[in-house]
């Protein structure tokens, strides 16, 4: 409402696509690091030609890899980030700033390091590459432990919500879970990297060699202890009051848990989109262990690119599914407790930091302020009437026609970031066939705030939660109760009801008073 | 219809600034004039290549031959340069006057998030040039081509967005007219700003061409000497018309900025008129040295004359900007809470990191090239 929209469908596939390709590359360029200094050593120990000549002919690949398509979708991730959470990106800038000009000094050496250690294979002592490979190795990770501390709290953003200090934001509940299960995937995809370079070679001998060093020594232990990290992850989430059984559909967080829930889940509570996205995690990692299992024991000597491409492209969905999931898990918010993802804020929670006396901060886009005042009323972009106009039109087709219109605008500033009108999560079935009264009820109730213990309290509640409509993770309408109306009429004209509009409204769903008009208000 | 009553400009974040403006500003002019430098040779280095290549086809120019291998050879890390530098100024540039960036990126659209993309294309380009220029027989010219075009698209996106942002009063009207992918091509500063700025850039290519061959006349005097009045050759004969482009960039800027620099704002004055001074100064330095027998002590004022431009003109473009957001009154954020914890160890690290950078290219550039009894052959 603050920002202009960026009218792609779906938006956050933008970010989702060039985020997974990013977070692939850069765990792996993470990884790949420690993997080309580790096996350097290795070979210079044990004067190993065959192995040396490996890693060097791995480090140009790396070096195209990572500084090329990852630093370029790092970039990429600014860019669609701007552009589809404009909100959201300003505050985590104001934010955050330090830490990634913090980050980018480690951007800077790593960059450097990663083009000296390849450029210095003939020109460096021995010792001189290594220490070159182990700075370019602390610093990636470096930029890793940041980034972390950034993600993680768009999450569960800690101690900041009140506080609003940076460090009270960054080292949150799901930090180090999240920074150690991160480490981990490192070293397991420099491990798969390692057997997709080798399975090029045409020498039995260096593929036997990578197959059990690379697939016993860092895929496989790695498939045991992501998943460990992930339970403590997930438990730490549940701690920090994400519903993530909930979300999944499941009774608790433990695995056997998880497991029932997602083989058994028929989409009718809690998350769909999650779920998918954690199925589809499971199932690929455990192909890549099965797979690595299958290759160590039966396949050392022989193994080709197909065979090694697959392993790549199932431990890439893997990681794609659970990045698609943390992000799912922090729905409905864009930033934890403060931002829903259509840039709506939360009123600041009771006892928060505040602005200086003598300066003046507003927040138009806080929740208690637009359901006050509309939506329309600080959107600064829309060119619409304003829906209680509308609904005060005395001709029958005008009124409906210009509630439409309205409607199909709110539709937009509110709802858009997740929806489309039939493509990804289309609305148009969702809304199939309701009345324009029955999709009010359902708008009052999209989400309500309570308490932990599940009772109904204000929206600056610091122990807030949410209670969502099917536990369907959607933010609270942010409108007045007119606009509300307005888009009952637009969804119920998209469900099929040619006629939405037309009646005038009902003391049932007066603009006065009528179902989910909680207008809950905060001091 | 509510007819707008809210401004075009978006309204600030109810979260504290983390540090004092000046603090942001200085790092967004000084790294921005890292990603200049570089991405000049990006520019500049590329054209000055292809050209260069083309004249060196005749039998009988080594030296041509032997600039092109080095521009080519050096490309990909100066790319690299280029982003790494580019990064830096977009944070600092989002934190002070996000408002109004996001904004004119959102109605860019994917013509600003094709940046992104065509990085990534040229960037490869750049590789296959250098490590397989020697395989790729008459395609090689083709992909010089290529990246220079795209080289070229990216800074046109890049000044239509700069451009953009300083024009809130554009904003509604482009917003309104739908779509998704947007230009500015409706700003009369665009196309002057653009060609003032692409013009510099080869430009200074020749300036690093001049540097280039300061560096090897020690070692290959011969070498050095052409490529340092080369260079010379192409920095002044570019600059002589970019001059004008200057000066109609100045004369398209909209009243009240333009007449900052008549006098009323002093800095403003100054720095345009230092900046003139010392281009045009540098500009005859690098003519005479073109046509000099001994061009090295001119190629070396011509470099200091250089930086003094450079760092006018890129105040000069910050006062441009001042001046569009004085015209539309743009409030800055109040309520600053400095990290001054988190300032501290940005600059401890920057440190850090720029000793360590420094320290491993040392240990490269000592160790020498490969094959030469300078260098270890393990
Ligand atoms: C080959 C690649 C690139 C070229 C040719 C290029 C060119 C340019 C040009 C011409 C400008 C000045 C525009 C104007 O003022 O009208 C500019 C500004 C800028 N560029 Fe780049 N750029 C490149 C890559 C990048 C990348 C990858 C980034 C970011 C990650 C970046 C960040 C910036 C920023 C932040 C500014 C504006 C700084 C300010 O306004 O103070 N550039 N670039």
């Known amino acids: 409402m603050n920002y202009p929209i960026w009218q792609v469908p779906a938006p956050g596939l933008v970010i989702a696509l060039v985020s997974i390709a990013h977070v692939f590359i850069s765990h792996f360029a993470v990884g790949g690091g420690l993997f080309l200094v580790l096996t350097e050593r290795r070979a210079r120990q044990r004067n190993d030609a065959l192995l040396l000549a490996y890693v060097r002919r791995l480090s140009r690949f790396f070096l195209l890899l990572t500084l090329v398509f990852g630093a370029v979708t790092g970039v990429g991730i600014w860019f669609a980030i701007g552009l589809v959470h404009p909100q959201a990106t300003s505050s985590l800038i104001n934010t955050f700033v330090w830490g990634w000009a913090i980050e980018w000094t480690m951007f800077i050496t790593e960059i450097v390091a990663a083009m000296v250690y390849y450029y210095g294979w003939d020109r460096l002592p021995a010792r001189t590459h290594l220490t070159v490979g182990w700075i370019y190795f602390i610093t990636a990770w470096g930029s890793l432990a940041v980034i972390t501390g950034i993600l993680t709290y768009m999450m569960t953003p800690g101690g900041w919500l009140t506080e609003r200090s940076f460090w009270s934001g960054f080292l949150n509940e799901t930090y180090l879970p999240s920074l150690v299960m991160r480490t981990f995937v490192c070293v397991g995809l420099a491990g798969v990297y390692a057997l997709l370079a080798a399975s090029w070679s045409g020498d039995p001998r260096l593929k036997s060699k990578v197959a059990r060093y690379a697939g016993l020594g860092w895929v496989l232990p790695m498939a045991v202890v992501v998943p460990l990290s992930l339970i403590w992850y997930l438990a730490a989430a549940a701690g920090a009051g994400i519903p993530a059984a909930e979300i999944l559909g499941a009774d608790g967080t433990g695995l056997p848990a998880i497991l029932k829930a997602l083989f058994t889940a028929d989409g009718t509570t809690g998350h769909p989109v999650a779920q998918r996205a954690a199925l589809t995690t499971i199932v690929a990692a455990t192909g890549v262990i099965l797979m690595t299992l299958f290759l160590v024991a039966r396949r050392r000597r022989n193994y080709g690119p197909i065979f090694t491409g697959l392993l790549t492209f199932l431990a890439l969905v893997a990681m794609g599914g659970g990045e698609w999931m943390r992000a799912d898990l922090r729905k409905p918010y864009v930033i934890g407790g403060f931002m829903f993802v259509n840039g709506v804020r939360l009123p600041p929670p009771a006892g928060a930091i505040r602005a200086p006396a003598d300066i003046q901060v507003n927040d138009p886009y806080a929740l208690d302020v637009l359901r006050r005042d509309g939506m329309l009323a600080h959107a600064r972009w829309s060119q619409v009437q304003p829906a209680a106009e509308a609904a005060a039109l005395e001709e029958p087709e005008a009124r409906a026609e210009a509630l439409f219109r309205t409607g199909r605008e709110l539709f937009k500033l509110a709802c858009t970031k997740c929806h489309t009108t039939d493509g990804y999560q289309g609305i148009r079935p969702l809304v199939a066939g309701r009345s324009t009264s029955g999709l009010q009820t359902i708008l009052g109730h999209l989400a309500r705030p309570v308490n932990r213990e599940g009772r109904e309290t204000g929206w600056d509640d610091p122990d807030l939660r949410l209670a969502t409509w099917r536990g369907r993770r959607m933010p609270p309408f942010p409108g007045n109760q007119a606009e509300q109306y307005a888009l009952a009429v637009y969804l119920s004209r998209l469900g099929g009801d040619d006629r939405a509009g037309f009646e005038r409204q009902q003391a049932h769903g007066s603009p006065a008073a009528g179902p989910g008009s909680g207008r809950e208000e905060t001091p | ?378």
């Open chain 2, 1 to 378: 219809m509510n007819g707008f009553p809210l401004s075009p400009v978006p309204f600030p974040d109810p979260v504290p600034q983390p540090a004092p403006a000046w603090i942001l500003w200085g790092l967004l002019v000084f790294t921005f004039m890292l990603h200049l430098l570089a991405m000049n040779f990006v520019v500049g280095g590329s054209v000055i290549g292809a050209v260069t290549a083309r004249l060196g086809r005749r039998a009988g120019r080594p030296h041509h031959m032997a600039l092109v291998r080095w521009l080519t050879d050096a490309m990909p890390i100066a790319l690299a340069a280029t982003i790494t530098f580019g990064v830096a100024p977009l944070l600092f540039l989002q934190v002070l006057y996000g408002r109004l960036f996001f904004t004119s990126s959102v109605l860019m659209g994917w013509f600003w998030f094709a940046v992104v993309p065509l990085v990534m294309v040229a960037y490869y380009g750049t590789y296959l040039l250098a490590f397989k220029s020697a395989s790729l027989g008459h395609w090689g010219s083709w992909i010089r081509w290529l990246t220079i075009f795209i080289f070229l698209v990216i800074g046109f996106i890049f000044a239509n967005n700069m451009s953009l942002m300083l024009r809130p009063d554009l904003f509604r009207a482009i917003y309104a007219d739908g779509g998704t992918a947007h230009g500015n091509f409706g700003d009369p500063t665009l196309w002057p700003r653009y060609l003032h700025l692409m013009l510099a850039a080869v430009a200074i290519g020749g300036m690093w061409v001049s540097g280039y061959g300061l560096i090897c006349r020690p070692r290959r005097p011969e070498f050095g000497e052409w490529a340092m009045r080369y260079g010379a050759r192409w920095f002044s004969g570019v600059t002589a018309v970019n001059l004008f482009m200057g000066f109609w960039f100045l004369f398209s800027l909209p009243g009240e900025t333009m007449a900052r620099f008549m006098g009323p704002v002093p800095v403003a004055t100054f720095v345009l008129g230092l900046g003139i001074f010392a281009g045009m100064t540098t500009m005859t330095l690098m003519f005479l040295a073109a046509n000099a027998p001994r061009p090295s002590p001119l190629v070396g004022c011509g470099i200091g004359g250089l930086l003094v431009t450079v760092v006018c003109m890129v105040l000069v473009r910050d006062q441009v900007r001042r001046g569009a957001l004085a015209t539309m009154n743009f409030e800055p954020v109040q309520w600053v809470e400095p990290q001054w914890f988190n300032i501290i160890l940005f600059l401890v690290l920057l440190v850090a990191g720029t000793l360590t950078v420094v320290w491993m290219v040392r240990a490269l550039v000592l160790a020498g090239r490969p094959g030469t009894e300078d260098g270890p052959v393990p």
